[in-house]
């Protein structure tokens, strides 16, 4: 199984190095990691009709594929680029912030999912919920993303030894009931999926399918003007203002669980 890794956060994001640990012991896989070489956060499904790209060693992933522009890109890279191999899955992140929601028509990261899926290949994008309070825990998340993620990839297979195993465990019992695995024994193949941030002590409650909120997200905008004059606005309102019906992506990270959401913006191949 050849898998492709990118983010939106850049090449040298601890979060991307979280994804690759949580992936890259399993046996039977190859993994390429194309990545954009700085932060491309809220740049939506942008693409380049030229972009430049070079390798470079990063520290514990090896030889990453830096490309000059977006997550978009980075995919349409890893099937242009003479001597690349056609992956089989495409996982993006683990984005630092979640994804949720309406986020995702924002998010590069889900960017990168989406223009796989354009391109018929199976892909997730992968976020993490962050907090002012919280230290951020990658060697936890790595773990739980090692569970999910393989549950997805192979739902008939064992946990691999860097995952959680009772996470691992509830993926695949909640993916077992998902229509899209009952009614045509073949699991859907596009995800976009979202871990809570907890304090240490607290486990995670469980994993939920869930549906993508469509409410929009809380706007409390600050108008004024800068120093020569050119007026401004700025949204001050708190991301966790946001509606947070239950059954949706936003409820369920809200609340402590791990939210698994079908994207489904088109007709995949």
């Not at 976009?192 to 706007?219: C, H, K, Y």
Request: charged residues 20%; glycine residues 8%.
């Amino acid at each position: 199984m050849r898998i492709l890794l990118t983010n939106d956060d850049g090449y040298d994001a601890p979060g991307l190095r979280a994804l690759y640990l949580a992936v890259r012991d399993w046996p039977g896989v190859s993994i390429e990691v194309i990545a954009p070489s700085e932060v491309q956060s809220s740049k939506g499904h942008t693409v380049s009709d030229r972009f430049r790209c070079w390798r470079t060693a990063v520290a514990e992933m090896g030889d990453v594929l830096v490309v000059e522009g977006t997550p978009a890109d980075c995919v349409r890279a890893a099937v242009a680029l003479p001597g690349m191999q056609r992956p089989d899955w495409v996982i993006s992140g683990i984005n630092r912030g979640s994804n949720l929601g309406v986020d995702i028509y924002n998010s590069g990261t889900v960017a990168a999912a989406r223009e796989a899926g354009f391109l018929g290949i199976p892909a997730m994008a992968v976020s993490y919920l962050v907090k002012a309070a919280l230290p951020d825990d990658w060697e936890r998340v790595t773990r739980e993303a090692a569970g999910v993620i393989a549950a997805l990839l192979q739902p008939d297979a064992a946990c691999p030894p860097q995952g959680d195993l009772e996470v691992h465990r509830q993926t695949v019992a909640a993916l077992g009931r998902h229509p899209a695995m009952t009614e045509s024994g073949r699991l859907h193949q596009w995800w976009n999926i979202n871990f809570p941030r907890l304090p240490a002590d607290e486990a995670v409650r469980g994993v939920q399918i869930t549906t993508i909120s469509r409410d929009p997200l809380a706007l409390e905008y600050r108008v004024g003007c800068d120093p020569d004059g050119v007026q401004f606005c700025e949204n001050r309102a708190s991301y966790y203002d946001r509606p947070a019906a239950p059954g949706t992506d936003v409820a369920a990270t809200f609340s402590g669980w791990i939210s698994l959401s079908p994207l489904r913006w088109c007709e995949y191949r």
